[in-house]
């Protein structure tokens, strides 16, 4: 895998096909969006701004609300379907919707123009479920985060693209909404045709039945987000992203008029700017994350969200001066280009915030509900993003400014994050513990996607080098593990924190605390009978040398209790840190020799359970090899 990027699945027709058709709904979406909010806010004179702000806030209800009453029912459906051909339905669909949007204009009827934005909003609803659902049967384990990447690129930097010609075309021509009608209906009938293309998906549970009854339906979808405390917390996580960028993005246009002081090609600008931040951010999370799901990544994009928000305000809190600006003398303006930076970060960190989740939810989801826990997700996205809709229409509608409103999310979006941290402490610990590996280490993994599983119970073994060990390798596996430690360690200051944040089981030896070792014993059986990965350092203690000790046969005792598969490891690197025993004391409180030194896991194929301690032992020190 060395050497490959996320860019090389363009190159792949079980990638590509479905890359393009998803991002050109999107574009579809946006150019008729983007136009539509041009017609409200620029175009229609007899309009007031606090009747501007409605219709506006109104337009974003109309879109999502869809997305509520439709998601469960799409979700069940997405399951029984083959997913390449359910695609093509809905592309058609939307090529039909997409003509009654050409007789909107035709109309010049805003009521009517709204009804037909419901409309697409319920086409996207369709087809929300199968775009998330399809990625983990098209993608391996290791491509999720990628893909994803790749996705969310896509998406926003389609949208960017369509709003800038649905703002181009609103504002350039006298005939604007009759080519806004015909591009998006062209659009859509190249969406149709390269759907054609997407290799077939089969279906993950074709015998479910599709509840007719909205309401039930509902409810029973959101119930498949139970007994996953993980992947509920991502997806509340995801809704409340939606709900920050819903309300950013609904004031963008009457923001831009009063506060910017700009045209409609300002508004298509601060668009641009965002989009192309979420960009370049999701695109990064491959890069940082080493190809794994590093949820360590959401902490610091929930930070960049209210640290950039925050500025936002600051940077503009009063009406613009000089008004009518068109994009280049925005530019020039002063102060404008510190608005600018504002608008690319929150983007940018935000694609650090939503990638992971994403990639997180579709790792732990059984394949077999994927599609109806994309849609409970969308179900509470659409509720969230209803409530900040409603939000701001009683904000504004209470005196209080866009800029203040902006203010206001943005610090409510540090008080979500942190209640959503501290209830799964894991995505916390792996922040601190990836800006630690990053910061000091690089980190390289071999094995790991091949042989450590993405689900079910399995026991990891692996020589014991360091202090760090558990929160190296904590950091550099995907999957949650349960480490098995001395509980000395867990009075370390600091580090226990981490430990004790992370479910490390305590251990001691048998005449130290026979107690504590029962204990221990009884918490691993029953993470494994849980199906957690659950490692353990069999040599009982840290290398003094540098070199692998015995293995001790208390792994043996924990697979007779417990029969799982035995995943051996190597970690290679360590020995020469300050959290080694190598040295005098005084050594190990130096700083490392060589800062962004390499370091290695390794990891090789399943042993069966009957496997001795002393065969482990060996496994992982053809592993490991030379290197310490």
Request: charged content about 15%.
């Amino acid at each position: 895998m060395a050497g490959h990027s996320q860019f090389e699945l363009l190159k792949q027709r079980r990638f590509l096909p479905f890359f393009l058709t998803q991002a050109l709904g999107a574009f579809n979406d946006n150019v008729f969006k983007q136009a539509l909010i041009i017609l409200i806010t620029f175009k229609s004179a007899q309009l007031s701004t606090s009747d501007s702000n409605l219709w506006t806030n109104m337009a974003a209800g109309l879109f999502i609300l869809p997305f509520f009453l439709l998601s469960a029912t799409a979700g069940q459906w997405a399951e029984r379907q083959e997913k390449s051909l359910a695609i093509q339905r809905i592309k058609q669909l939307e090529m039909a919707i997409m003509l009654l949007a050409g007789v909107g204009f035709w109309l010049n009827s805003l009521p009517f123009l709204l009804g037909v934005l419901f409309l697409m909003g319920a086409q996207s609803a369709l087809f929300g479920p199968i775009k998330y659902a399809i990625l983990p049967q098209a993608l391996r384990p290791e491509e999720l985060v990628g893909g994803n990447g790749m996705v969310e690129a896509g998406t926003f930097l389609t949208i960017l693209i369509g709003t800038l010609l649905g703002g181009w075309m609103m504002n350039e021509f006298e005939q604007g909404p009759m080519l806004v009608s015909a591009a998006v209906f062209v659009v859509a009938t190249a969406g149709w045709w390269i759907s054609r293309s997407i290799p077939q998906a089969p279906a993950t549970q074709p015998d479910l039945r599709v509840d007719p009854n909205i309401p039930r339906a509902i409810w029973s979808t959101l119930g498949q987000l139970r007994g996953a405390q993980a992947v509920f917390n991502s997806v509340l996580g995801v809704s409340w992203f939606w709900f920050f960028g819903s309300i950013f993005l609904t004031q963008i246009p009457t923001y831009t008029r009063i506060y910017l002081g700009g045209d409609g090609s300002v508004a298509t600008l601060v668009m641009a700017l965002f989009s192309v931040g979420i960009g370049i951010g999701s695109l990064m999370c491959e890069k940082l994350s080493g190809r794994t799901v590093e949820i360590g990544l959401v902490p610091l994009g929930a930070f960049g969200l209210t640290l950039f928000g925050a500025d936002l305000f600051f940077a503009r809190p009063e009406p613009a001066l000089l008004t009518g600006l068109g994009w280049q003398a925005f530019l020039g303006a002063p102060g404008n280009l510190r608005l600018c930076l504002d608008l690319v970060l929150i983007g940018f960190f935000g694609g650090f915030y939503v990638v992971p989740l994403y990639a997180l939810i579709q790792q732990r989801t059984d394949r077999h509900k994927i599609s109806r826990v994309i849609a409970a997700n969308n179900i509470l996205n659409a509720a969230f993003m209803v409530v900040a809709s409603v939000m701001a229409i009683v904000l504004l509608k209470s005196g209080l400014s866009i800029p203040q409103l902006l203010l206001v999310t943005a610090l409510l979006n540090a008080v979500v994050a942190i209640y959503i941290f501290s209830l799964v402490p894991e995505f916390a610990m792996r922040f601190v513990v990836w800006i630690g590996v990053t910061l000091f280490y690089r980190p390289r993994t071999r094995g790991i996607e091949e042989h450590v599983p993405d689900e079910g119970a399995a026991l990891l073994v692996c020589n014991h080098v360091s202090y760090i060990d558990a929160l190296i390798m904590g950091g550099m596996i995907p999957r949650p593990v349960r480490f098995v430690m001395y509980y000395k360690f867990h009075q370390i200051p600091l580090i226990g924190a981490l430990f004790r944040a992370a479910k490390t089981i305590p251990i001691a030896g048998a005449k130290e605390d026979p107690k504590l070792l029962q204990e221990a014993f009884d918490a691993i059986d029953q993470a494994l009978a849980e199906g957690d990965l659950v490692c353990i350092f069999p040599e009982g203690a840290l290398t003094r040398d540098g070199e692998i000790a015995s293995f001790r046969s208390g792994v043996e005792k924990a697979l007779a209790r417990r029969p799982v598969p035995v995943i051996p490891l190597a970690l290679t690197g360590l020995w020469d840190s300050r959290w080694s025993r190598q040295g005098s004391a005084w050594d190990r409180l130096r700083l490392p020799r060589k800062l962004r030194r390499p370091i290695g896991l390794d990891a090789g194929p399943a042993l069966p359970p009957d496997t001795k301690a002393a065969e482990m032992e060996q496994v992982v020190r053809a592993l490991r090899g030379d290197r310490t």
